[in-house]
């Protein structure tokens, strides 16, 4: 049986109800993230000039009475489509401009990083079919009449405060920030779904803040190998962490362990499962939600508690350390359906800025995290910032977008926010490439459709008479906490004579046939309407290792065709001491 944990029956519980597929804010999210499908079948071919070169012209020139070299650092006059960058690291000189990388001060990233003085971070814009190096694609062209002075400007992978600019003393902090050491410890990369959109000033597709790692520093003075920023912040070694892989020369055999925090009636879970993780604790507040949970995962720690008292009973230090951490907090405050205060609002608030908290209590190696898509409305642009810090300020990496999950086999309308975060010293993986599209476009497999094959395990009470619909569609509209709706095609079973069972929505909503549902029919469709399923965002996380030892690289392999692999270097060639 699962160890379980219970609160007081007096406490209050997080209510979770809520239908986040409003189309009312679709508009208004657009305007921050581009929500159009990755794989719509009309992607132009970028324009052959702009993937051009430009030509090197000269090496340096001298500009009002200072000389800018290739490989330089100056400060311009603000770059608008850059986030107001004021810095640039040059790269070509010539024509009556230079051109070259933008760095922007990390205050202009409005709460996504530590607002520090002299601290930069570098901007990398991308498109998708832009065959240009990436960091070709980043650069942006200045008029030399816009260059302003010099700057001293050094890259590091080791965490703030080191190498930080230190006031002299009796400077004051205005000439310090006009005049001193510039230290860039991060980059911030958008990447948008063609060419064409990027240069329309459309919204980016993704969005992703990158501490620098070690390859990113050329100056041994201020690199820290990766090895040492993991072992400083997981407390323990890759090789301890992996040394199954060591003696398993197949790398087969280890199974990465999983939490489930919010965890309701184990979506996520049951995801990890079918994955090969280990599912070790799940955690959420609402009881009938745990009842399933234990139904379906017996043998794991399960913590029914809210998450201020997870962080205080020692939960994380009764367990190893988990590879994976998944997070799924209360959402009715950002979805488009929350439209009057509730009783709850400042709890679920709360509850979402607890991962604070959260990540240096747990030191995942990853976190994933799901959320309503309406966080990226413009109207929560502050809740969204300070989430992304709740992960920077303990120097994770974070990816974001937001996914039509459609496209990833769910026979569902149903747009989630998304979030990829990893620890310092592990590389950052990829979101998993689609494998469905609208009618099989770019040779991926349809949209998962709901069609009169499936087998009804419940009989539910007859509704009155609705109109019969094609059942090979997909659901135009998101399972919520209310099951469906009622009186539009797809909210109701297809031969119009009844609403969908539980077995059926939960079928729908990705479940497996087999997981078993407590609780009135109430409760059973409140928890198949919360359910986020993972999956294979970290199906198969360091499928390879090199067998010399000790172990001196990581192969982290995120896409179940085994395409993307991301190599860690490990090597260990400097005695920089990490801080933090």
Not at 125 to 141: I, S
Not at 359 to 369: D, E, G, H, L
Not at 511 to 530: D, E, L, S, V, W
Request: with cysteine; aromatic share 8%; charged share 25%.
């Amino acid at each position: 049986m699962a160890r379980r944990f219970f609160i007081p029956d007096d406490a209050n519980v997080i209510d979770l109800d809520g239908d986040d597929d409003d189309e009312k804010i679709l508009h208004e999210v657009e305007m921050v993230i581009d929500l159009t499908s990755d794989d719509d079948g009309h992607r132009p071919f970028p324009n052959p000039a702009l993937l051009l070169n430009p030509q090197r012209g000269e090496n340096l020139i001298l500009h009002n009475g200072f000389y800018i070299h290739i490989g330089d650092h100056v400060e311009v006059v603000p770059v608008a489509d850059s986030l107001e960058a004021q810095f640039l690291r040059v790269t070509t000189i010539g024509g009556g401009f230079i051109r070259g990388l933008p760095l922007t001060r990390a205050r202009r990233l409005n709460g996504m990083l530590h607002k520090k003085r002299n601290e930069v971070c570098l901007i990398i814009d991308t498109a998708h079919g832009d065959l240009r190096l990436e960091e070709e694609q980043a650069t942006v062209n200045v008029p030399l009449q816009h260059v302003v002075k010099p700057r001293d400007l050094i890259y590091t992978n080791a965490h703030y405060p080191a190498h930080k600019n230190r006031l002299a003393e009796g400077e004051s902090v205005l000439p310090a920030e006009e005049n001193g050491r510039l230290v860039c410890r991060w980059k911030y990369k958008r990447v948008w779904l063609n060419l064409n959109k990027r240069q329309e000033g459309k919204p980016s597709k993704e969005s992703a803040l990158f501490h620098l790692g070690a390859e990113d520093v050329t100056d041994p003075k201020y690199r820290v190998s990766d090895r040492k920023r993991y072992h400083n912040w997981r407390r323990d070694s890759i090789e301890e962490t992996l040394g199954v892989w060591a003696s398993n020369p197949n790398g087969r055999g280890q199974r990465y362990s999983f939490g489930d925090l919010f965890c309701g009636a184990g979506g996520a879970s049951s995801g990890g499962r079918r994955a090969g993780l280990d599912v070790r604790m799940g955690c959420d507040k609402d009881k009938a939600a745990c009842n399933t949970y234990e139904a379906n995962f017996p043998l794991t720690e399960l913590l029914e508690m809210d998450i201020n008292t997870v962080l205080t009973s020692g939960a994380f230090g009764r367990l190893p350390k988990l590879d994976i951490v998944h997070l799924s907090p209360p959402c009715q405050t950002l979805s488009p359906a929350h439209t009057r205060v509730g009783r709850n609002d400042q709890e679920n608030d709360a509850a979402l800025f607890a991962v604070h908290d959260i990540v240096p209590q747990a030191r995942a190696r990853v976190f994933t995290m799901e959320e309503t898509f309406g966080i990226m409305a413009q109207k929560h642009e502050e809740f969204f910032r300070k989430l992304i810090q709740c992960f920077t300020v303990w120097n994770y990496s974070v990816r974001w977008t937001v996914v039509d999950l459609r496209n990833w086999g769910v026979p569902m309308r149903r747009l989630r926010f998304l979030m990829i975060v990893s620890c310092p010293g592990e590389p950052l993986p990829e979101f998993p490439k689609n494998t469905h599209a609208e009618n099989g476009a770019d040779g991926l497999k349809p949209w998962v459709t709901y069609d009169n094959s499936h087998v009804v395990l419940l009989n539910d009470i007859l509704q009155p008479q609705f109109p019969r619909w094609n059942p090979n569609i997909v659901l135009s509209r998101t399972i919520t906490c209310a099951g469906t709706q009622g009186g539009k095609a797809g909210d109701y079973h297809h031969d119009g004579k009844r609403k969908w069972t539980c077995r059926e929505l939960a079928t729908l909503a990705s479940f497996p046939t087999n997981y078993r549902f407590t609780g009135q029919i109430t409760a059973q469709k409140r928890q198949i309407g919360n359910v986020f399923p993972l999956r294979l965002p970290m199906e198969r996380i360091d499928q390879a290792r090199r067998r010399q030892a000790p172990v001196q690289a990581m192969v982290v392999d995120v896409d179940d065709d085994g395409n993307n692999i991301i190599v860690i270097d490990d090597d260990d060639d400097d005695d920089v001491i990490m801080l933090g």
